[in-house]
């Protein structure tokens, strides 16, 4: 079945095969070389020289783990969707005092509204979604790194979950404290594994905070780190980083520029396809490079339309939340390459007879 689901995605079988590589103990160099081996080549695609750090989680494991470990003061969430939303239901959740800004469905967060409340000096940490998987809109997040500047003393961080491994994310260069990504997006492994590259900022701040909790802490996950050469508090998930110590390499294989570039042309191809039949849900100039979120203008019945789909072995996705009947999405990303979605889209036209 080929995945134009915004996550799981398609697997290589080469990169699936590596999950079964035989054990090896997590106290032995051979996993602290692996490991280290994965940082090395993180480090290279996130464009970043921060520390990274791995865990056994999906991507909101990191995320929770973050806004707790690096927030003492008030934390401002900028959100476009669900899950920017969730980055303020974890702080809750973890009685960590925080605001939420919502922006408009469809809408992006503009930087000008980031300096507004940036400027109120109450907050000491920011979190924002890059590219937000529920209503497929991206945040300009160069432009916000602008911002960003003006206040040192803020620890940002990215969610990159839905981007990072497809779309171009120059860590160091924007200034991102935490930015953190899952395994099961562009990345195109097995759901399971988070990663986050945490600045020599956030570490300073981590030292001060006291409700860190243990297993999502991003101290111990540096410490250790540091200090038992690159290995983990707990048991981590070998499997997973065996298959994304590999699947890194067929991606340095295709060439990042490659890759990005291919990302690039499939969102293309797919945002003029939707604008000739639907409408793109996100405002122009805003959409996603991974997955592309469709207005359901005609009214179609997308059970239906994935019923039929998955008799030619291809699945998308319902609108996410509140938006289930009014939008589906398309995603792109990963393992999809242009001849993948032309077929999509030409089944889609030939089961709602479109032409
Ligand atoms: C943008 C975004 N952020 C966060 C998450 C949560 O990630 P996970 O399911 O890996 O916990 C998702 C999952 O779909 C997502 O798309």
Not at 214 to 220: G, K, R
Not at 299 to 314: G, T
């Amino acid at each position: 079945m080929k995945l134009f689901i915004p996550g799981p995605t398609n697997v290589h079988p080469d990169v699936l095969a590596k999950m079964a590589t035989p054990m090896i103990g997590h106290r032995t160099p051979e996993a602290s070389a692996l490991q280290k081996s994965i940082s090395d080549k993180l480090r290279k695609l996130m464009f970043t020289e921060n520390k990274i750090v791995l865990s056994t989680s999906s991507g909101t494991g990191l995320m929770e783990g973050a806004i707790r470990s690096v927030t003492q003061k008030k934390a401002i969430v900028f959100s476009t969707g669900a899950f920017g939303r969730r980055w303020h239901e974890l702080a809750k959740l973890n009685g960590i005092d925080a605001d939420l800004y919502e922006a408009e469905p469809g809408h992006p967060v503009l930087p000008g509204i980031v300096d507004q409340y940036l400027k109120t000096g109450k907050y000491d940490s920011m979190a924002i979604t890059h590219n937000e998987t529920s209503t497929g809109v991206v945040n300009p997040i160069e432009s916000i790194a602008d911002v960003m500047q003006k206040y040192p003393k803020v620890v940002w961080m990215v969610d990159t979950v839905s981007s990072l491994g497809g779309v171009k994310i120059e860590t160091d260069k924007l200034g991102i404290d935490v930015c953190i990504s899952s395994s099961q997006k562009a990345l195109a492994l097995p759901p399971g594994l988070s990663l986050a590259s945490i600045s020599k900022k956030t570490e300073e701040r981590l030292l001060k905070i006291g409700h860190r909790g243990f297993y999502l802490d991003l101290l111990t996950l540096c410490d250790y780190i540091d200090k038992r050469n690159y290995q983990y508090s707990c048991t981590p998930s070998l499997p997973h980083m065996f298959a994304l110590n590999f699947q890194l390499d067929r991606i340095f294989k295709e060439g990042l520029e490659n890759r990005f570039i291919r990302h690039i042309e499939i969102a293309e191809y797919t945002i003029n396809w939707v604008n000739s039949f639907f409408k793109t849900f996100p405002m122009a100039g805003f959409e996603s490079l991974t997955v592309t979120c469709v207005e359901n203008t005609r009214k179609i019945n997308v059970a239906e339309l994935n019923k039929e789909l998955q008799k030619r072995d291809m699945v998308l996705s319902n609108g996410y939340g509140a938006l289930k009947d009014k939008t589906f999405r398309i995603g792109h990303m990963g393992e999809i390459n242009i001849d993948d979605i032309i077929e999509l889209t030409n089944a889609i036209e030939d089961i709602l007879k479109l032409k």
